[in-house]
Each structure stands twice: as C-alpha cells, then as structure tokens.
C-alpha cells in the first residue's frame, strides 16, 4: 500500500521560506513522476512542482525560480524548498506520485496521480 506523509507547512511572512516534506512508502515503480500540488480555498488544485525518475524536473510558472524541488531516493524522502514566498502561494499543499510515467511527465493534470498525501498547509501573510 502506498503512503505519502507531508510535513514542514506553517505561516510565515511575504519573502519567508519553508520547506515542505514528504515521505514515500510502498512505492516500487521505476518510471514516476512525483509531484507537488495545492490547492487555495475555491480554487482548482494545482501542480506546482514536478520531478521524474530520470530527475528531470518541471515547474508551474508561478512558482519558477522561487521553489525546488528535489528528492533524496535513498529516504524516500520529497521535498520542495519555497523562498521568496508571496501571499498568492497560501493553499494546502499535497505531494502524490504516478506510475503513468508517459502521462504524468507530459501533463499536469492531477488525474495521473492515484496516491496522495493529506496535505500540509502554507500560508503566508502580507
């Protein structure tokens, strides 16, 4: 059974940082993409960050040159590191992961992605 735990979102100050985990287990698939999304109260989630089996990474526009991603295959461990926060980023974030390797690298839709964690909360204040 696969599992995704997030951690490391709280509040902080427009400009702050945070980074945000998530731990991975029971996943054995090579080819994957394991993704960041939020979503902000009535808003359609979103993906934010993106990184594939091959460690190709991509990123939403919103977001490109203020976040990382990044993940350390040895722990099982994802990790986005958010600087130059902004209060537009405040939503929920979720980590999930997708076998549909031929999909999922080509597309942001959260539809690929079938394992995801509860979620961890980011707000940023003005």
């Known amino acids: 059974q696969v599992q995704l735990v997030e951690s490391g979102g709280g509040s902080v100050q427009s400009g702050g940082s945070l980074r945000l985990s998530c731990a991975l287990s029971?996943?054995?698939?090579?080819?994957?993409?394991m993704g960041w999304f939020r979503q902000a109260p009535d808003k359609v989630r979103e993906g934010v960050a993106r990184?594939?089996?091959?460690?190709?990474?991509t990123y939403a526009d919103s977001v490109k040159g203020r976040f990382t991603i990044s993940q350390d295959n040895g722990k099982n461990m994802l990790y986005l590191e958010m600087n130059s926060l902004k209060p537009e980023d405040t939503a929920m974030y979720y980590c999930?992961?997708?076998?549909?390797?031929?999909?999922?690298?080509?597309?942001?839709?959260?539809?690929?992605?079938?394992?995801w964690g509860q979620g961890t909360q980011v707000t940023v204040s003005s």
């Open positions: 029971g996943f054995t698939h090579r080819r994957y993409c």
């Open positions: 999930a992961v997708s076998a549909i390797y031929d999909y999922c690298s080509r597309s942001w839709s959260s539809l690929w992605y079938k394992d």
């Open positions: 990184i594939e089996s091959d460690g190709s990474t």
